[in-house]
């Protein structure tokens, strides 16, 4: 989760400026991607 939030959080200036869904998205995708990278796939 703070992978993303962080992220999500600075980028709208603390939630005053919403961020498109897209960038939202874009985010996300990219804090899980660490995620995995960092603890491996279990698969």
Known sequence: MTLT???IAIRSY???CPLPPEET???AAA???AF???YGRTD
């Open 14 to 16: 603390w939630g005053v």
């Open 25 to 27: 998205d874009r985010i």
């Open 31 to 33: 804090g899980v991607r």
């Open 5 to 7: 939030s962080t992220d």
């Open 36 to 38: 995995l990278r960092a």
